[in-house]
């Protein structure tokens, strides 16, 4: 792997129940992207009805936010399909959530603040879902699906 790509080891498929996650040993830094059991997103994060993430990247972000998780997916097809649900642990153990439901492929965007921001675990699942964390805080972070600043 290069220096720009985390390998997350765990789970590979669409989960109907609970939720499915994969974690690295090393934290996904800003300016890098992520794989999934050493290949594209696309292999195991999935969805009902033809929903998939493609891409995931974390980035440096300007403004009231420091960080930004982009996301390229598409939500489940078809008429009362719902939504693909998907969350992003950083080293503080924050958890940041978003729901897809387009069932175009688009760019969404999660911004967040951290004094650790690197990501150390993925969860995915067709259902809404909270992961189970030792911290009891809520996280501030800030949703935008899909990003209109992203084609």
Known sequence: ??????????DCGQCENGYFGAKSSTLMEVGQSATINGDSPSKCMLANDGGKVFNIDLKANAGVYDYQIQVEAQGPVGAFSGYMHLAFQDDTDDVYYLKIFSSKKLWHTVSYNSSRPGIKAIYWSDKDFT??????????????????NKT
Do not use: I, R, W
């Open 1 to 10: 792997m290069s220096g720009d790509t985390v390998n997350f080891e765990g």
């Open 131 to 148: 992961v189970n964390t030792a911290k009891e805080a809520e996280s501030d972070f800030q949703v935008a699906s899909p990003d209109p």
